[in-house]
T-cell receptor, first 114, second 114 residues
Framework: GDSVTQMEGPVTLSEEAFLTINCTYT??????LFWYVQYPGEGLQLLLK?????DKGSNKGFEATYRKETTSFHLEKGSVQVSDSAVYFC?????????????FGKGTKLSVKP | DGGITQSPKYLFRKEGQNVTLSCEQN?????MYWYRQDPGQGLRLIYY???????QKGDIAEGYSVSREKKESFPLTVTSAQKNPTAFYLC?????????????FGEGSWLTVV
């Protein structure tokens, strides 16, 4: 079945460092792909999304490109801040025809030190 | 303000009790979802509903029940049959099966068995 695999954390970086969180997926069709962010004790917020191959999603300095050839959707940011400390989830939208829902990776915890 | 409201934020349950978590949305979304989050496990789908008076089991539906009598509301009951209910529960909603549509999340409810 469809699935998402993302790199395990925790990831610890210094402020202004470059961030990459890897995400790969397995799907029978062409799903939409998402990155969500979860701050401590809160729900999930959509960070960015891409709906077709070669689309680039971007928001708040984060970017991810939908790579069909490598089935990947890696999250990147050029210069992280302490306020970016959170758990990041990669997800795909599984379209079952008349039904659909999100399938998530296990999450990657990011800690940014000043 | 538009959004998804979950209540209560924190709930304690005694062994053998049923408890109900509330989820209300005023976004006019057709689809609503319940996910369970355990540490290091990512999010797992419990139940989802694409339209009023209809819902489907997700990956871990055993020990849970839902209803969808109104478009705005999708309450989740954690029954005594759920052997390990302590977790963070997230309600979500979206415009349904179209793959590119975004799913939005509430702030979550913490359930602890005492």
């Amino acid at each position: 079945g469809d699935s998402v695999t993302q790199m395990e954390g925790p990831v610890t970086l210094s402020e202004e460092a470059f961030l990459t969180i890897n995400c790969t997926y397995t799907a029978t069709g062409y799903p939409s792909l998402f990155w969500y962010v979860q701050y401590p004790g809160e729900g999930l917020q959509l960070l960015l999304k891409a709906t077709k191959a070669d689309d680039k999603g971007s928001n708040k300095g984060f970017e991810a490109t939908y790579r069909k050839e490598t089935t990947s959707f890696h999250l990147e940011k050029g210069s992280v801040q302490v306020s970016d400390s959170a758990v990041y989830f990669c997800a795909l939208f599984f379209d079952g025809g008349s039904q659909g829902n999100l399938i998530f990776g296990k999450g990657t915890k990011l800690s940014v030190k000043p | 303000d538009g959004g998804i409201t979950q209540s209560p934020k924190y709930l304690f349950r005694k062994e053998g009790q049923n408890v109900t978590l509330s989820c209300e949305q005023n976004l006019n979304h057709d689809a609503m979802y319940w996910y369970r989050q355990d540490p290091g496990q990512g999010l797992r789908l419990i139940y989802y509903s694409q339209i009023v008076n209809d819902f489907q089991k997700g990956d871990i539906a055993e020990g849970y029940s839902v209803s969808r009598e109104k478009k705005e509301s999708f309450p989740l009951t954690v029954t005594s049959a759920q052997k390990n209910p302590t977790a963070f529960y997230l309600c979500a909603s979206g415009f349904g099966v179209i793959s590119g549509n975004t799913i939005y999340f509430g702030e979550g409810s913490w359930l602890t068995v005492v």
